[in-house]
């Protein structure tokens, strides 16, 4: 499966953006798919998953409030509107889809919030 994302850039701080994950292929397994994130000299980190089939989510308590990640109904694209974006949101974010344990990641795509 491969994994494009889009719908990153630069903006304000209190500004929003809206990042989605197309997946190359479908299942019926039960699977997630999520987004995480890495800044310049920082680990990588989890910001939102979904679990497809239930759709149920969990966030990193960084995020929670002002990220709200959603799947379209074929749960082939996932999205991430992210709010009141701050610096600290700068970083790269990768789509992620997790099935049986193998996870796949996508080639990630730049959020820049500036002050």
């Known amino acids: 499966v491969q994994l494009v994302e889009s719908g990153g850039g630069s903006v304000q701080a209190g500004g929003s953006l809206r990042l989605s994950c197309e997946a190359s292929?479908?299942?019926?397994?039960?699977?997630?798919m999520g987004w995480h994130r890495q800044a310049p000299g920082k680990q990588r980190e989890m910001v939102a998953e979904?679990?497809?089939?239930?759709?149920?989510?969990a966030y990193a308590d960084s995020v929670k409030g002002r990220f709200t990640i959603s799947a379209d109904r074929a749960g082939n694209t996932i999205y991430l509107q992210m709010n009141s974006l701050k610096p600290e949101d700068t970083a790269k974010y990768y789509c992620?889809?997790?099935?049986?344990?193998?996870?796949?990641w996508g080639q990630g795509t730049q959020v820049t919030v500036s002050s």
């Open positions: 292929e479908s299942t019926f397994l039960i699977h997630t």
């Open positions: 992620t889809r997790r099935l049986n344990n193998v996870i796949t």
């Open positions: 979904i679990t497809i089939n239930y759709g149920s989510t």
